[in-house]
């Protein structure tokens, strides 16, 4: 048992030993005893915390969602679920090069602490948003990422968009998705936004646009930062462990064979495609873009405030700062170290959205503190999915939420327009978030 798991496990021993501490790993049930038996419950809470450190695996990972005490007990449990299929739980993992700007991204967030308020009836919070004309049950809303069966292959990108639906986030769907656009907002229950990979044939590119805004996707989301290419050492460091024969999906045959068999591409004319990214992109495309999109067109992958004020003369209604969760470059700069001046750049004039290294309600706290209009998770959700299905990325949201409005609670902050920088000071030591992955390398023999 390594180091990792077995602080785990001595930690749910504690709580379940201790009379001080009420674990949210079973927030659900304890609340249900307060709610039924309020002079019972105490005693009834420590019998449910025993009930669930003795039902941990004999590794200490959790084997069902209502175990997890925080998002970063489902990497382990994802990391279980796909040993049969160590290539695509490295894909999940990996940022580039020795994963410094992976890292970079949850480390920014130690920061910033957040000032604590006090005597403020905090009884009722509101988390909602609204952007372009939308209003979202929170500001947490799903990062596109691609190829969601290699991680659950029965439920795939419909499980993440049910279990958005449900909770009011917004999701955003990759282009190289295993789900269509329609598939997913049906599943959610309302349109969802829509992640451009513009391909280099601009036919392509438009017959994708057209069929996303025929679903009623409110927004167009092109990225924009994986032009340079990358080099993913965590993923071909795991890949050298996977036996299986993936000649399937993997056969070298161009565009069309290894991509082109994802459903948004179905039925479109893929021989003059010879990469995914557009790798030509300049801001020439953008206006002709522009000019194509009918409905809201947001930039994702900004990381200068230069970018920011030149995306704003091309017209673009929003953009995300994002460095693809820290897989686009090794350029060790976090998103939430750059919000700032994107947000300066801005100056209200579109909302302004960020991702990366996002684990924690007060991680989502301090970004929108700094400016952000929302902010995006993608990895803690995805462990999610691949451990167990739409359960797993329920539970995820759930702990993610409840951390925040909690700690939207001790701010006293009734709603996201009250929530600002003057709540946030810069640490004046090392604060280490608390989890397996910020941080972590990984062995293969691990």
Request: hydrophobic share 40%.
């Amino acid at each position: 048992m390594n180091r990792t798991n077995t602080a785990r496990r001595n930690l749910l021993r504690f709580l379940a030993a201790s009379p001080l501490v009420a674990a949210p790993s079973v927030a659900s049930s304890i609340a249900a005893l307060f709610a039924s038996a309020p002079e019972e419950a105490l005693a009834q809470s420590y019998d449910v915390l025993r009930g669930a450190a003795q039902k941990l695996d004999a590794d200490g990972v959790i084997n069902s969602p209502a175990q997890a005490l925080n998002v970063f007990d489902f990497e382990p449990a994802a990391k279980k679920a796909l040993a049969a299929s160590p290539a695509h739980f490295g894909y999940l993992a990996s940022g580039v090069d020795d994963d410094g700007t992976l890292r970079a991204n949850r480390e920014a967030f130690s920061d910033y602490t957040i000032r604590a308020r006090r005597l403020i009836d905090a009884r009722k919070i509101d988390t909602r948003v609204k952007i372009f004309g939308e209003t979202w049950a929170s500001p947490i809303f799903l990062c596109p990422v691609s190829s969601q069966a290699a991680f659950n292959m029965a439920e795939r990108e419909l499980g993440v968009a049910r279990a958005a639906g449900k909770r009011g986030h917004q999701m955003i769907l990759s282009t190289v998705g295993n789900s269509t656009v329609e598939e997913c907002a049906k599943e959610h229950g309302s349109p969802i936004w829509y992640m451009l990979y513009p391909t280099d044939d601009w036919n392509v590119t438009q017959a994708l646009v057209k069929r996303a805004e025929a679903s009623g996707a409110p927004a167009i989301v092109l990225t924009v930062d994986r032009q340079g290419g990358r080099n993913t050492e965590t993923l071909f460091r795991f890949r050298f462990q996977d036996t299986r024969q993936c000649t399937v999906c993997h056969t070298p045959g161009g565009f069309a064979h290894e991509v082109g068999r994802k459903p948004m591409f179905s039925g479109l004319d893929l021989s003059k495609v010879t990469n995914l990214y557009g790798t030509g992109m300049t801001w020439g495309f953008i206006d002709r873009l522009r000019d194509t999109v009918k409905t809201k067109l947001v930039l994702k992958g900004i990381m200068t405030g230069e970018d920011a004020a030149e995306a704003l003369r091309h017209g673009v209604d929003g953009i995300i700062v994002s460095n693809h969760g820290g897989r686009a470059e090794a350029s060790g700069q976090s998103t939430l170290g750059v919000l700032p001046e994107v947000v300066k750049a801005v100056n209200g004039k579109v909302p302004v959205l960020v991702d990366g290294g996002v684990r924690r309600g007060t991680d989502v706290f301090k970004a929108l503190a700094l400016g952000a209009t929302a902010v995006g998770i993608g990895r803690p959700y995805c462990w999610g999915l691949a451990a167990f299905g739409q359960a797993g990325v329920d539970r995820v949201l759930a702990l993610v939420q409840d951390e925040f409005v909690i700690i939207m609670r001790q701010a006293g902050t009734l709603d996201l327009s009250a929530i600002n920088a003057k709540y946030l000071t810069p640490a004046t030591r090392p604060v280490h978030a608390f989890g397996t992955e910020s941080g972590r390398k990984y062995d293969l023999a691990d």
